[in-house]
């Protein structure tokens, strides 16, 4: 079955600083993968998606995402963040044949001024 | 932009009784799903929902759960005898595909079991 690591529980960074949330992945094939991120008392929203093609992939609110398949990782990037990116992100993967999505344990980020 | 709509926000419930957890999902999309979000833990699966059947669901969604749509736009979680360890948020969610489209996701009903 598929798995999804994010090492990072909490992260806090400056405000203007960049950013790298981690994401690693368990499964055999090429999975389909997804970040999305949950402000307090939010729903979940899609931040990006990587399903084939260019492993460099663009997002809502400046963020990327790079799939890396030698390392199994989809890493989340910001160059500068601002206050209003603080929230919980979440990276997941849905396998081809398979509905349900898997998600990380989310990593909470904090911006400090 | 379409989105999920959840109802109610927030639902507060004596220990054994049934709820209802509501849902709209995007009007075109054709796939839908219940996830679960106990505080602190990770969002898991609960159940996806295909052609007006079930298509996928967890260990978790067992006999005390079931779905319907009983429309053309809502799709209701039900949850029987509750217990406390049901308290959590419970996400909707639709795709127009079952891997080809990313799930579009509610803002969640948080549910409290007393």
């Known amino acids: 079955a598929q798995s999804v690591t994010q090492p990072d529980i909490h992260i806090t960074v400056s405000e203007g600083a960049s950013l790298e949330l981690r994401c690693n992945y368990s499964?055999?094939?090429?999975?389909?993968l997804f970040w999305y991120v949950q402000s307090p008392g939010q729903g979940l929203q899609l931040l990006l998606k990587?399903?084939?093609?260019?492993?460099l992939v663009q997002g809502i609110k400046g963020f990327e995402a790079e799939f890396k398949r030698s390392q199994s990782s989809f890493n989340l990037r910001k160059p500068s963040v601002h206050w209003s990116d603080a929230a919980e992100y979440f990276c997941?993967?849905?396998?081809?044949?398979?509905?349900?999505?898997?998600f990380g344990t989310g990593t909470r980020l904090t911006i400090i001024p | 932009e379409p989105e999920v709509t959840q109802t109610p926000s927030h639902q507060v419930t004596q220990m054994g009784q049934e709820v209802i957890l509501r849902c709209v999902p995007i009007?075109?999309?054709?796939?839908f799903y219940w996830y679960r979000q106990i505080l602190g833990q990770k969002v898991e699966f609960l159940v996806s929902?295909?052609?007006?059947?079930?298509?996928?669901k967890s260990e978790i969604f067992d006999d005390q759960f079931s779905v319907e749509r009983p429309d053309g736009s809502n799709f209701t979680l039900k949850i029987r005898s509750t217990k406390l360890e049901d308290s959590a948020m419970y996400f909707c969610?639709?795709?127009?595909?079952?891997?080809?489209?990313?799930?579009?996701f509610g803002d969640g009903t948080r549910l409290s079991i007393l």
């Open positions: 969610a639709s795709s127009m595909d079952s891997t080809n489209q990313p799930q579009h």
């Open positions: 499964y055999g094939a090429t999975p389909y």
């Open positions: 990587y399903f084939s093609g260019d492993t």
């Open positions: 997941a993967v849905v396998v081809f044949g398979n509905e349900k999505l898997t």
């Open positions: 009007s075109n999309h054709l796939y």
């Open positions: 929902f295909y052609n007006n059947e079930i298509s996928e």
